[in-house]
Structures are given as C-alpha cells and as structure tokens.
C-alpha cells in the first residue's frame, strides 16, 4: 500500500424521506386572513352569536282568549212592601211555670202591662204564599189566631220565637185548618234574603218548636215566626229560614223583649241532659223544650191587618 493513498467514501443507499406529518396536516392549508376578509366573513357566513336579554327572538304568542260577555248580574229580590199587620204585646208579670193554665184568653190577666205595638211590613211580591198565611193568622181568617199565644223562646242579642203549635191553654197556636200548603219552603228564591239586621221576621223552619205528633199530621201548616232583635246579624239563621217583612215600627218593643230575663239551667243540668240523650231517653227534648222561655209572661194581645195606601220599594225602619 503507498503512503500517498487517500480513502474513498463509502456511498450507502439513501432511505426515502418521509413527509413530516404535523398535526394540521390532514386539514387543507388556510389562507392568510387579514382584518379586510375577516369583516366579509362575518356578514357573508350566519354564525349564531350570544344575545342579550334585549335582543331575544320574539316568541309568537297565543292570541288572546276572547273575552266572554260580562254576566248580567242577578235581580236583587223584589222587597216591596205589600201589606202591613199589627202586633199588639203585653207582658203578665207572673212568672212563666210550665204547668200554669193560661185558659183561652191570657189577655184576663189582671196585672197584665201592654209593651206596645209592632208594625210589620211584608214582602207579598217575594213570597206571596208566606205572606197570605200569615196575614190570615192576624186577621183570624185561618181558622186560628196569633191572638191570645204567648213569645215562648227569646235568645237575648238574636231574635225571639212565637206562635207555636199546640194548647190553647199552654198560650198556644190552635193548628190553623185554612191555610194552604206552603210550597215556598222548599223553592230557594225564598231563601235569598239574609238576617242582617234587628227587626227582621222570618218564618220558623230549621228553629221550628213544633211537637212532631203535630208536624206529622198531613194537614199540618206551619205558622211559627221570629223577630230578630239585633244589635247584629244572625247568619245563623241564614237560608234556613224564609225572611218574609221587617219590622216598620216599634223596635223599641223589640229591644224590650230581648231584655226580658229567661231560663237557664245551669251547667250540670246541661250535662246531665245530654247524657240522658245519649242514652237515648225522649225526656231529654222535653226538658229542653223550657229552655229559653222568659220568665214573664209575653203574649200578642191583639193582632189585625193595616192597609197600604202605596206600597214603598223599601222598608222606611229599619
């Protein structure tokens, strides 16, 4: 081998190179985008921004429910006064016992003391069978009388009950034989006015005294009556009872009757009434039925019909 000999590469064979694969390879090269091609993509291309409370999309809406015609409201009851009546009270100071005979006629007793007179207007157009029944009580012309019977229930600050069913001689109402049947007592036009005020009558239905041999009786009419006595209303009594007249004049007899004391039995006897009620004895209704009375004597001493010359749209009192 000479010293001057130089080494000749080696030429090895040369691999293909790959093609460098970067992550945005597989997506087509973007064009270089300037602020000018920006603004043109924004108003050529819809791309949904985020909107404000102000700039929501108007929503369709429903259209309106159509409005149905007012209802006409219901006609107030027709409380023209159409006749007028007469209650005459008196009051025997003796006090009331159960098994004192009042005869046929109370208006014999001798200490008897007049209260004064109750003027009663009534509602012939609202209900004209309740009011010819008992028109026809005052004037005698049912067979019967409200003359001569006794204010047997006064509930101080409510109403008092007369005209009952039964002796004659216990200040009684003989059952009346011309009546006819009251049909209003079961049509609820009856029923529209309320006890709102002192002075106001009623026919007697759910506070009804009657004994029942005597409501069980096919001819049997009811005639039982109640005058509130205020200060306030008695809701109570509300459309279970048929409000036919208003008392015109005299509340001042009215307040006096509601002043009259009565009967209270006291708390042990109450107990002892309900018990023996639940056990089922009828003595107990009987002893109730004392409950309440007054302890003076208060009768209708007289009783009659007053003419109307015209009648009034509305009660003057109360």
């Known amino acids: 081998m000479g010293a001057s000999s130089t080494l000749s590469p080696v030429l090895l064979p040369l691999r293909p190179s790959r093609p460098k694969i970067t992550a945005f390879a597989q997506y087509p090269k973007l064009p270089h985008l300037n602020r000018r091609s920006l603004l043109f993509l924004s108003t050529s291309l819809s791309i949904p921004t985020p909107l404000t409370l102000?700039?929501?999309?108007?929503?369709?809406?429903?259209?309106?429910?159509?409005?149905?015609?007012?209802?006409?409201?219901?006609?107030?009851?027709?409380?023209?006064?159409?006749?007028?009546?007469?209650?005459?009270?008196?009051?025997?100071?003796?006090?009331?016992?159960?098994?004192?005979?009042?005869?046929?006629?109370?208006?014999?007793?001798?200490?008897?003391?007049?209260?004064?007179?109750?003027?009663?207007?009534?509602?012939?157009?609202?209900?004209?069978?309740?009011?010819?029944?008992?028109?026809?009580?005052?004037?005698?012309?049912?067979?019967?009388?409200?003359?001569?019977?006794?204010?047997?229930?006064?509930?101080?600050?409510?109403?008092?009950?007369?005209g009952k069913q039964g002796r004659r001689d216990k200040g009684e109402v003989r059952p009346p034989i011309n009546l006819v049947s009251n049909s209003e007592t079961v049509d609820p036009k009856a029923f529209l006015l309320k006890h709102l005020r002192s002075g106001t009558v009623s026919l007697c239905l759910s506070e009804n005294d009657d004994e029942d041999n005597i409501k069980l009786d096919p001819n049997y009419r009811n005639v039982e009556f109640l005058i509130t006595t205020g200060p306030g209303p008695c809701p109570q009594l509300d459309s279970q009872n048929i409000v036919f007249g208003t008392v015109l004049e005299g509340l001042d007899v009215v307040t006096s009757i509601a002043t009259i004391p009565t009967y209270k039995p006291s708390e042990r006897i109450r107990q002892f009434n309900d018990l023996a009620e639940f056990l089922g004895d009828e003595r107990a209704q009987n002893a109730r039925g004392i409950w309440d009375r007054p302890l003076k004597t208060i009768y209708i001493s007289d009783c009659g019909e007053l003419k109307v010359a015209k009648p009034s749209l509305s009660p003057s009192l109360p």
């Open 54 to 162: 102000a700039e929501e999309p108007a929503t369709t809406s429903p259209p309106p429910p159509r409005e149905s015609p007012p209802k006409e409201a219901a006609p107030s009851p027709d409380i023209t006064i159409t006749d007028r009546v007469f209650l005459d009270l008196s009051i025997c100071p003796n006090y009331f016992r159960s098994e004192r005979s009042l005869a046929d006629d109370p208006t014999t007793c001798l200490e008897s003391q007049p209260l004064g007179r109750l003027v009663l207007g009534l509602y012939g157009k609202l209900v004209p069978v309740t009011v010819a029944n008992f028109k026809s009580m005052c004037t005698g012309s049912a067979g019967s009388s409200y003359r001569g019977t006794l204010v047997h229930k006064i509930f101080p600050g409510q109403y008092f009950v007369a």
